[in-house]
Nanobody, 115 residues
Framework: QVQLVESGGGLVQAGGSLRLSCAAS????????MGWYRQPPGKQRELVAD???????NYADSVKGRFTISGDTAKNTVYLQMNSLKPEDTAFYYC?????????WGQGTQVTVSS
């Protein structure tokens, strides 16, 4: 029943930064987890980062040290701060929420990193 709306995608040069936002329609404290996935052109969707209730975080090896996932309970929003961006980070990025075993996806937002 939760709805997710992503924002913050766009075009950025290699080495630059971008922050994605995922706004949920209900308290993120009512969600078991939220996360970010991405799908590069011609490839399968893959996990980027997620955050569980209690604050534990997981990251794909390819983004460790560069990306940070965080949550703001007052705004019902999860963020993905992306630094030191590389052309290989170019993908369509999707927000994901899990509540009581049900998975909900946002509509996605495009991130393009130019060389």
């Amino acid at each position: 029943q939760v709805q997710l709306v992503e924002s913050g995608g766009g075009l950025v040069q290699a080495g630059g930064s971008l922050r994605l936002s995922c706004a949920a329609s209900r308290s993120i404290l009512s969600l078991n987890s939220m996360g970010w996935y991405r799908q590069p052109p011609g490839k399968q969707r893959e996990l980027v980062a997620d955050i569980n209730i209690g604050g534990s975080r997981n990251y794909a090896d390819s983004v460790k040290g560069r990306f940070t996932i965080s949550g703001d309970t007052a705004k019902n929003t999860v963020y993905l701060q992306m630094n030191s961006l590389k052309p290989e980070d170019t993908a369509f990025y999707y927000c994901k929420a899990v509540r009581l075993g049900v998975i909900v996806w946002g509509q996605g937002t495009q991130v393009t990193v130019s060389s």
